[in-house]
């Protein structure tokens, strides 16, 4: 009979004690799959008189999770506390300071220190786990790791932020701007009391960087990934997106180009018959392309205790049987440094929302600016006239560099006409 898996679990809250609940609820099933047991043998937390949904008196308590991390007597720390540095930084390079396999749901941390810790895990030859970091449930770098590992993967997208997802979703569904959805989703526990996180793109991104990585290969380089949030899509954007065709979708895309790696996150109009365009809610997807296998869409539930859990516990059954393979799919001093591709190279079409005061001349000024920047118009649509008022003039592209977009859009920006901003939102073919 092998011996049981020791586990210490460093983070409480709600992946912490999901993953403790998937953990006792299916037992049978993990030693069925393993041939062992899993057991916990140390948790740790910040409040020890804190009420949770899991039962923990019995398994002995840790005050400080990075003395637990570095206690004898055990196989795998998982950290669930978050953020880039601090506690949850000591607890993983502790762990694998003393050869200790981790498991994380930590993005944020791997974002900005992947590549030094995948490094360390390597040279202590244990593993790096951390399914749970991407996309909640869904396995995607499992199935990028083994089942596609054999293709060239030319794209890999996704909805990767279930509060992004929510609000767009509803503000499609009842046709309110984002400041009141916002507020209704922090209300249903949806969205954080700060939501910059979210909001402003910044958890996708973490997310991108790693896909990114065991996509293609590559070093993590989340400072190569252009950010923009959802702060600034409205309600008639919203509705304009669903007469031309489309859903706004705030979408992580990571490709190799001739430039380098293009790796961003922003809103996108997704075209209806693109699996992504009909994601909605908390849901969260990701979109491969291999060279082999085509498009594959996976999707499921990107957050909560038991998803994540699902993806925490998968990592711990790979290591309970044995199977080893690099968290980043190849080892650490094989990824690739790329060069990250300048945003001002993206090819592709545009949809252009002006708010334009109704006096004769002022299209003639618009199509001049896109005409000088060899801009050609897809789509023209202006709703309504209003003489001396401004009204909204929505435009699509055909496919364009996006150096020539800003050109245009400045100029149209600077027209006494043109009364606000231009809102830009790209379209992706998914
Ligand atoms: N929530 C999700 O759906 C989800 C999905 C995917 C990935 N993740 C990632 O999973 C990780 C955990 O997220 P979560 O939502 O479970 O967070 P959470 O509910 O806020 O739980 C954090 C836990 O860490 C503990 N903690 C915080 N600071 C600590 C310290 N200094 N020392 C010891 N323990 C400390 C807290 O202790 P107390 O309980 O005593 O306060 C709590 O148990 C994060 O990296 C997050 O990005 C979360």
Request: with cysteine; hydrophobic share 45%.
């Amino acid at each position: 009979m092998s011996q049981p898996l020791k586990v210490a679990i460093a983070g409480l809250g709600t992946v912490g004690a999901g993953t403790v609940a998937l953990l006792r609820r299916n037992a049978g099933q993990i030693e069925h799959h393993t041939g062992r047991k899993i057991e916990v043998v140390a948790v740790s937390a910040r409040d020890r008189a804190r009420s949770r949904t899991i039962d923990i008196n019995g398994v002995p308590w840790h005050d400080d999770p990075v003395a637990m991390a570095g206690a004898p007597g055990i196989d795998v720390v998982v950290e669930l506390i978050g953020g880039s540095d601090g506690v949850a930084r000591q607890v993983v390079t502790t762990a694998l300071e003393r050869g200790r396999h981790v498991v994380t749901a930590n993005k944020a941390l791997l974002a900005h220190h992947g590549n030094e810790i995948a490094h360390l895990a390597e040279s202590k030859k244990v593993s790096l786990g951390f399914e749970a970091a991407v996309a909640g449930g869904i396995p995607i770098l499992k199935a990028l790791r083994e089942g596609l590992a054999a293709n060239h993967v030319l794209r890999v997208c996704g909805i990767l932020n279930g509060t992004c997802n929510y609000i767009l979703s509803q503000m499609r569904e009842t046709g309110r701007d984002f400041a009141a959805v916002l507020k209704e989703a922090q209300a249903l526990g949806y969205a954080e009391a700060d939501p910059s996180f979210d909001v402003d793109g910044i958890d996708a991104a973490h997310k991108l960087a790693l896909l990114a990585s065991v996509a293609f290969g590559s070093q993590v380089d989340f400072a190569g990934v252009y950010v923009e949030g959802i702060r600034h899509i409205t309600a008639l954007d919203i509705a304009f997106a669903q007469d031309l065709g489309y859903r706004i979708k705030l979408v992580g895309l990571a490709r190799p180009t001739e430039h380098g790696l293009e790796q961003r996150v922003h809103p996108c109009m997704v075209p209806l018959s693109a699996p992504l365009a009909h994601v909605e809610n908390v849901f969260n997807a990701v979109m491969v392309e291999g060279d082999f296998v085509g498009r594959l869409t996976l999707e499921g539930r990107g957050a909560g205790a038991d998803p994540t859990a699902s993806a925490v516990a998968a990592d711990l059954l790979d290591i309970a049987a044995g199977r080893g393979a690099p968290g980043f799919g190849v080892p650490a001093s094989s990824l690739k440094s790329r060069p990250s591709a300048p945003m001002a190279r993206r090819s592709g079409a545009y949809y252009v929302r002006l708010m334009v005061v109704d006096r004769p001349g002022v299209i003639a000024d618009i199509t001049a600016a896109f005409r000088d920047e060899a801009v050609s118009m897809e789509q023209f649509l202006q709703r309504g006239r209003s003489p001396g008022e401004a009204v909204p003039v929505v435009l699509t592209t055909h496919d364009t560099v996006e150096a020539s977009m800003v050109r245009a859009l400045g100029r149209i920006g600077g027209l006494d006409t043109v009364v606000e901003p231009p809102c830009m939102i790209r379209v992706e073919n998914l």
